[in-house]
């Protein structure tokens, strides 16, 4: 099934009482096949999202720290507790060491957070994801840092680089993003053998949101 990531950043639309709102528009066209839906949110909006929404909601960054003296960190155990489903790793918006991203895929996988945990690594180049892939995630995200939101989509600028990344991650389904913003980004992305789209600002600053994720889905919907 073809997934559409919808990041809330920190953007004010997708901040407290906002989040809540823009999760229940996004909740509200799960009833069109072929598509899942995968809020990802603040730390600190997790608990009341996940309170008002069947969908999956990831948080945004999580870290490798045990529970106990680690004030500031991320919590994967507080993350769990809260309803998080998943989280994002390496966003080119928050990098972290390669070292790091090994230390909290590990930590995540040891920890039982585990099971039904979903995990997706960011590459912002392919010759980063061919060293990353190595982690096994359960998703590899592609964005180009530069195209990020702007109105170039990945797959009109470099489709290629696309088809390169589906064949680096063989198994592992790869998600696209940065400058994704029209039905026919979502269409070519799923020809070039992407299985999903990492998308934000198309959605979270669109005027009508709902309206802007139902013409996204049903390009790709059965």
Not at 129 to 147: C, F, N
Request: proline share 5%; net charge positive.
């Amino acid at each position: 099934m073809f997934k559409i990531f919808i990041n809330f950043k920190t953007y004010p639309q997708g901040t407290g009482k906002s989040a809540v709102k823009l999760a229940k528009v996004c909740g509200g066209v799960e009833g069109i096949e072929g598509f899942e839906v995968i809020l990802i949110a603040q730390a600190v909006d997790l608990f009341r999202i996940t309170r008002e929404v069947k969908i999956p909601v990831w948080v945004q960054h999580l870290d490798f720290q045990p529970p106990g003296a680690f004030t500031g960190w991320e919590s994967l155990e507080a993350a769990i507790e809260a309803g998080a489903a998943g989280t994002l790793l390496n966003h080119s918006e928050h990098q972290i060491p390669p070292g790091t991203v090994k230390q909290t895929i590990g930590r995540i996988r040891e920890a039982g957070g585990g099971k039904g945990f979903g995990v997706m690594i960011c590459c912002k180049t392919l010759g980063q994801m061919e060293r990353l892939v190595k982690l096994k995630p359960d998703y590899i995200g592609y964005e180009i840092s530069e195209l990020i939101a702007t109105s170039t989509s990945i797959t009109d600028s470099n489709p290629k680089a696309i088809e390169h990344a589906v064949k680096i991650c063989k198994e592992i389904p790869l998600i696209v993003g940065a400058g994704v913003h029209k039905a026919e980004d979502l269409k070519k992305a799923k020809e070039l053998g992407a299985k999903g789209v990492l998308v934000s600002s198309a959605v979270v600053l669109a005027e009508n949101p709902k309206e802007k994720l139902l013409e996204l889905v049903k390009a790709i919907s059965n």
